[in-house]
């Protein structure tokens, strides 16, 4: 049995013989092993990537929901999301811009994630220096332009600069803890708010809990407040 992406989120799917998944770039296949064991391949452009045995009995089931990017090969415990274009606040300014962002894949079978599947390219970037330094998953448009509209997640940023001076934000740095996805009622994926207050050369990246903005959720998250400190500029 075959699907795509957008008729499985959420929904509880059985193993019987075969299932096979299209994960954009990445194809997910299952296949029944015995009656306690299923063998999950993730193939890449039609090559086999991985595969490995999960034990999810016959009447186990598999769900595919969305969560954060935060794959990738060494841990990583932020974002680096360099703006599409710079906003340039003015003393003591407010404002916001809506950020497009893509989603990870978590595969889960009885509540325990057993795959991670990224739906976009993985690049990793260090924020900072070389010896104290943030690693981090750098995002930009052209990461965020190669994955289709209907698998990017919307992101509200709140920016309040509360120094006497200018000044221009072309990237923020979010902390992955805390970061979570919700769906709306209308299927669009959205992440929880996030702020950044400038002062003193400095920036304060709050996440909080959930997206204010929202209307009606079908699938919502909590996320959890947390904030990260930018020192080596913005």
Do not use: W
């Not at 979010?174 to 400095?202: C, K």
């Amino acid at each position: 049995m075959a699907f795509k992406l957008s008729e499985v989120f959420l929904k509880e799917l059985k193993v019987v013989n075969e299932l096979y998944i299209d994960l954009h770039k990445i194809k997910v296949f299952f296949k029944r092993i015995d009656e306690n064991i299923v063998e999950l391949t993730k193939l890449v452009n039609g090559v086999s990537a991985e595969s490995k045995l999960v034990n999810i009995p016959y009447d186990g089931v598999v769900v595919l929901k969305p969560v954060p990017p935060s794959y990738a090969p060494i841990e990583v415990k932020c974002l680096l999301i360099k703006l599409e274009k710079p906003v340039y606040m003015k003393p003591y300014g407010v404002t916001r811009v809506s950020i497009k962002l893509p989603i990870d894949v978590v595969i889960e079978t009885s509540g325990t994630v057993i795959d991670t599947i990224s739906l976009s390219r993985v690049k990793l970037s260090l924020y900072g220096p070389p010896d104290f330094g943030e690693l981090t998953r750098y995002i930009d448009s052209t990461i965020v332009n190669e994955v289709p509209q209907e698998l990017l997640g919307s992101m509200t940023l709140y920016i309040e600069n509360k120094s006497s001076e200018p000044t221009t934000l072309s990237k923020v740095v979010i902390p992955l803890s805390g970061l979570a996805v919700s769906i709306s009622d209308e299927g669009e994926f959205l992440f929880n708010d996030v702020t950044a207050t400038l002062n003193r050369g400095l920036i304060e990246v709050a996440v909080h809990r959930e997206a204010t903005t929202a209307a009606k959720v079908k699938f919502l998250v909590m996320g959890k407040d947390y904030t990260y400190v930018m020192k080596f500029g913005y």
